[in-house]
C-alpha cells in the first residue's frame, strides 16, 4: 500500500515560531507538494517539488518556504508563524505529474495562537 | 481567473438513493478532471478521472460526467451507503503540475 506519512497531526505553536512539518512517501514519488485547506476554499496549493533540491512556488508561498533534500522527503516550514496560518496541512505525492492521482498524507492541523 | 466551484456546499442523501454532486470550472483550458473523496480525519483520496476527450466514465458504484460546453462536470453515486458520508472535491488540471480544487461537498447519509 502506497503511503505518504506526515508526522505531526496536531500542533500548536505561537505567533513568530518557526514551525516545521514534515512529509515521507515510501513510493518513490519525484513529485511533492504541500496544500493548506481551510474550510470554504478547497485545497490551494502553497509548493510543490518535481525532483530532489527543486522547489516551485504555488498559489500561495509568501509565508512559507520547502525543503526537499531527500526524494522521500519533503519539509514545509513557517519560518515566523502567524495566526492565519492556522490550517490544515496536506502533503501529497505522484509519480505521473500529468495526471491527477495525487497520493494525499492524513494531515497536520496546526494552530497559530 | 480560472477557478473550480461546486455548486452546493452541503448535501443529504438518504441511504439507498443515488447522489448527485456537481461542479462547475471555468478554465477552458482544462484538459484532466478529477474527484477526490475526503472521509474525516483523513486525506483527500483519489476516486474517479475523466479526461476532456471523453463525457462520461464509470467506475464501481461511480459516473463522472463532464459537459464541456457548459463547463459543468457531476459525480453521480449509486446506491449510496453510510461510507459515502464525506467532503467531495472536484479539481482540474489545465497544466502540467498543478491541480485546482474546488471549495468541496459534503455529503451525509441518513440511514
Known amino acids: 500500500d502506497v503511503k505518504v506519512t506526515q508526522s505531526s497531526r496536531y500542533l500548536v505553536k505561537r505567533t513568530g515560531e518557526k514551525v516545521f512539518l514534515e512529509c515521507v512517501q515510501d513510493?518513490?514519488?519525484?513529485?511533492m507538494f504541500w496544500y493548506r485547506q481551510d474550510p470554504g476554499l478547497g485545497l490551494r496549493l502553497i509548493y510543490f517539488?518535481?525532483?530532489?533540491?527543486?522547489?516551485e512556488k504555488g498559489d500561495i508561498p509568501e509565508g512559507y518556504s520547502v525543503s526537499r533534500e531527500k526524494k522521500e522527503r519533503f519539509s514545509l516550514i513557517l519560518e515566523s508563524a502567524s495566526t492565519n496560518q492556522t490550517s490544515m496541512y496536506l502533503c501529497?505525492?505522484?509519480?505521473?505529474?500529468?495526471?491527477?492521482?495525487?497520493?494525499f498524507g492524513e494531515g497536520s492541523r496546526l494552530t497559530v495562537l | 481567473g480560472e477557478s473550480v466551484g461546486l455548486h452546493l456546499p452541503t448535501l443529504s442523501v438518504q441511504e439507498g438513493d443515488n447522489s448527485i454532486i456537481n461542479c462547475a470550472y471555468s478554465?477552458?483550458?482544462?484538459?484532466?478532471f478529477i474527484w477526490y473523496k475526503q472521509e474525516s480525519g483523513k486525506g483527500p483520496q483519489f476516486i474517479i478521472d475523466?479526461?476532456?476527450?471523453?463525457d462520461k466514465r464509470q467506475g464501481q458504484r461511480v459516473t463522472v460526467l463532464l459537459n464541456k460546453t457548459v463547463k459543468h462536470l457531476s459525480l453521480q453515486i449509486a446506491a449510496t451507503q453510510p461510507g459515502d458520508s464525506a467532503v467531495y472535491f472536484c479539481?482540474?488540471?489545465?497544466?502540467?503540475?498543478?491541480?485546482?480544487f474546488g471549495a468541496g461537498t459534503t455529503v451525509t447519509v441518513r440511514a
Open positions: 501529497a505525492s505522484t509519480g505521473a505529474i500529468n495526471t491527477g492521482e495525487l497520493f
Open positions: 478554465n477552458s483550458a482544462s484538459d484532466y
Open positions: 479539481a482540474e488540471n489545465s497544466n502540467d503540475y498543478k491541480l485546482s
Open positions: 517539488s518535481y525532483d530532489v533540491k527543486m522547489k
Open positions: 475523466i479526461r476532456s476527450n471523453m
Open positions: 513510493m518513490d514519488h519525484e513529485n
